[in-house]
T-cell receptor, first 111, second 114 residues
């Protein structure tokens, strides 16, 4: 089966840096995605890693280690608007493009 | 705005009702998806359509019936649902099914089954 683990909640203050970890056990791994979902909103794509290493997009970076079945999302210079749920998702190498999502991490940014 | 729209945004129905959820994407994508998001649970993939053909049916009860008349529209027909089916139903699309393509999500339909 497929399983992903990420912390359920993280709290940080404005301007800080926070790292959300994701470990996975899947068959047919293709890549790791991260999505952000604000309360009442739709998930929106943040980043995707297919190869080991760090991908940087503005204040957000994502890291993958395939040998460790581990990745993380790094959020820098936190802003209040970053308060949301963050999901890691493993993209499987099937023709159907199936992704398995983690339970999500609720990030609360405090002043 | 992600280019994926869903209607209705909220739906309350009884267990004997029949209703349909609609999804439309304006992105020229060839793949469309239905997900279920329940409280305190991860996103669950229900169906995948690629070029109007169903390529994935993730052990979903038959009371959920998808329909994809063309690559821009996706429906989820609902009948004789149970209270535990209450959830947020999300539609997504991607350029193709599979590979590295990012999925773009609609705002979802919040379904309550009484």
């Amino acid at each position: 089966g497929q399983s992903l683990e990420q912390p359920s909640e993280v709290t940080a203050v404005e301007g800080a840096i926070v790292q959300i970890n994701c470990t996975y056990q899947t068959s047919g791994f293709y890549g790791l995605s991260w999505y952000q979902q604000h309360d009442g909103g739709a998930p929106t794509f943040l980043s995707y890693n297919a190869l080991d290493g760090l991908e940087e997009t503005g204040r957000f970076s994502s890291f993958l280690s395939r040998s460790d079945s581990y990745g993380y999302l790094l959020l820098q210079e936190l802003q209040m608007k970053d308060s949301a749920s963050y999901f890691c998702a493993v993209r499987l190498n099937t023709n159907a493009g199936k992704s398995t999502f983690g339970d999500g991490t609720t990030l609360t940014v405090k002043p | 705005e992600t280019g994926v729209t869903q209607t209705p945004r909220h739906l309350v129905m009884g267990m004997t009702n029949k209703k349909s959820l609609k999804c439309e994407q304006h992105l020229g994508h060839n793949a469309m998806y239905w997900y279920k998001q329940s409280a305190k649970k991860p996103l669950e993939l229900m169906f995948v359509y690629s070029l109007e053909e169903r390529v994935e049916n993730n052990s979903v009860p038959s009371r959920f019936s998808p329909e994809c008349p063309n690559s821009s529209h996706l429906f989820l027909h609902l009948h004789t649902l149970q209270p535990e089916d209450s959830a947020l139903y999300l539609c997504a699309s991607s350029p193709v099914a599979g590979g590295t393509d990012t999925q773009y999500f609609g705002p979802g339909t919040r379904l309550t089954v009484l």
